[in-house]
Structure formats: C-alpha cells, structure tokens
C-alpha cells in the first residue's frame, strides 16, 4: 500500500505533466496556456511540499514564477523552502529576485517585506548580508514615501553594525532612523534611539561626539524634559568625570536596561576613563596611606599582602 509521501509524489508528477501540456503547441493551438502551467506547477509545488520533497517543490516554485513575474510569489516560496534546507545564499537569491518583480510590478511593500524576511534568515549566521538587505528594504520604503517602514528597517541594519563592531556605520544608520522618526513624528523612538548613539559614542570613547550629539538632541521636540534626556545628562558628566562608581549607578535605571538588546548590552559593558571609580580610588588611596604609615614604623607586625580588587585586573 502506498504511503502518503508516495500518493503526494506522483500527485506532484501528474501535475507537472498537465503543466508541460498546457505548455505544448499545435495545429489548433498556437500559443502555450501559461495560465494553466502555472496552475500546475503551483498544484504540483503543493503536492511536493506536503511529501516533504522540497527540493522538487522548490524547482515547481521556480518555474512557476519564470512564468508569472508578474505575481512572483513562486520565487518567495521557493526561497521560504531553502531556507528550510539551510541554503541560506540559494534563499536569499530568490528573496531578493521575488522583491526586485513585486516592486516592478507595483507592489513594493510587500518588496520591502520580502528583503526584510529575507535578511532574518541570515541575521545569526550572515550578518553583514543581513544589513545589506534591510537596507535595500530602507530604500524601497523611504522610495514609497513611508518613513515608519524606513525607520524600522535601517534601524535593524543599525543595531546589527552595532554587533558587528561597524560603530562609525551603526551611527550613521541610527541618525538616518532617527530623521525618518522625525518624518513620523514619533518623538519617543527618536528618544530611544538617541540614547543608542550615545552610548556607541562613549563605547567608543568618545566623550566628545557624544556630547556634542547630545546637545544637538535638545532640539527635538519633547526631548530636553524627558526622563532619557536627564539620565543621559547625568552619564555624561559621570564619564567626563571618571566617576565609575555614579555612572554604573546611571546605567543600573531601568530605562537603560530596557533598551534594545544591543544598546542594553552597550551600556552593560560600558568602561570610564581611568577604570575605577571614586569610591574605589578612595579606598586604595587609604590602603596606600597605610601601607606607607607601617613602613615608616619599622614593621613590628607582621607584613600582610595587599589584595588588589578583581575590577582592576
């Protein structure tokens, strides 16, 4: 008795033989019925899909959509089912291609979306190529006039040039989301995002650039007396300062720790200028005064090692 898998497989080979027939001419038809084909294939894709025999599925996908670029939802198939099989090059190949027709075609949101499923299928194991591809959905959007999409997308490429140690891109990208927030007049993701750059600047060490974007933010609306505004000026002068001890503190509120994960861990991570703090400069400031004072009395107790804090190690 033949399986399922079985029953599905020769369902998808009859449909790709009707497929081949509607392509067929004759006397008394001259044109192929690529209507039809295309039905055909689809059925038979379908067939193959349910018989797990993806790769015949995907070939069905394919020539389904070299017949119909004008729908082209093959082609996305046919990268959705490599992506199963882990051809993560073979995927993002017929994304994009399925992205280039819907936006020649005029329907350039559901473009924007494909490259965006697109670069989540790549986002652990290629990220650069994941921040290629939304940015390329950035620019399909910020092309149709939507900022809220252009915002979301450049700022996925963003936090991931974060992660890929590209500081002087992620900055660039970060400012781009936050012109296109501006567009949207959504003051509260400009807020967060501003807190971003900050602490990639003092990542950075860059003390400077951070300050001087921080005093350039005032001029957002609704910026200057918010809650992210304050802490921020107060992480400001805690590192002008080298004061470790009221930074950490800082970055320990809750409207830190809540930001996006790659931020959150930025500001997780973050080191002040000269290491230590001023609570901990003070102590082994005392540690060093009485170590001098026992040396001047001659030593007549016994010597004991210094322990030196595991922070400066």
Request: some cysteine; hydrophobic content about 35%.
């Amino acid at each position: 008795m033949a399986s399922h898998s079985d029953k599905k497989i020769a369902e998808g080979l009859e449909h790709l033989r009707l497929a081949d027939k509607c392509m067929k001419t004759s006397l008394f038809k001259w044109k192929p019925d690529t209507d039809g084909a295309v039905a055909e294939y689809n059925k038979a894709a379908t067939a193959f899909r349910n018989a797990k025999a993806y790769e015949q599925a995907k070939e069905s996908y394919i020539k389904a959509g070299d017949l119909q670029k004008n729908v082209n939802s093959a082609y996305e198939q046919a990268g959705l089912l490599s992506k199963e099989n882990k051809e993560y090059d073979e995927a993002v190949h017929w994304m994009e291609l399925a992205a280039l027709m819907f936006q020649e075609h005029g329907t350039p949101d559901t473009a924007a979306l494909c490259l965006d499923k697109a670069a989540k299928m790549v986002e652990q194991d290629k990220p650069e190529k994941a921040i290629h591809l939304y940015t390329k959905a950035c620019d399909v959007a910020e092309c149709e006039g939507r900022p809220r999409q252009s915002a979301e997308f450049i700022g996925k490429a963003g936090r991931l040039q974060v992660k890929c140690f590209k500081f002087d891109e992620a900055i660039k990208s970060l400012q781009q989301e936050i012109k296109y927030w501006m567009e949207a007049e959504n003051y509260a993701y400009i807020r967060k995002v501003a807190m971003g750059i900050i602490l990639v600047h003092l990542s950075q060490e860059d003390y400077v650039a951070a300050d001087q974007f921080f005093r350039g933010c005032l001029s957002y609306p609704e910026f200057g007396a918010s809650e992210e505004a304050g802490a921020l000026e107060d992480l400001l002068r805690a590192y002008d300062d080298g004061d470790e001890e009221t930074g950490s503190l800082v970055l320990a509120r809750p409207i830190f720790k809540y930001l996006d994960n790659m931020f959150a861990k930025l500001a997780r991570d973050m080191k002040f200028p000269g290491g230590i703090s001023t609570s901990r400069s003070a102590a082994t400031t005392s540690s060093y005064s009485q170590q001098e004072d026992g040396d001047k009395g001659g030593g007549d107790e016994e010597e004991e090692e210094e322990e030196i804090p595991s922070e400066l190690c």
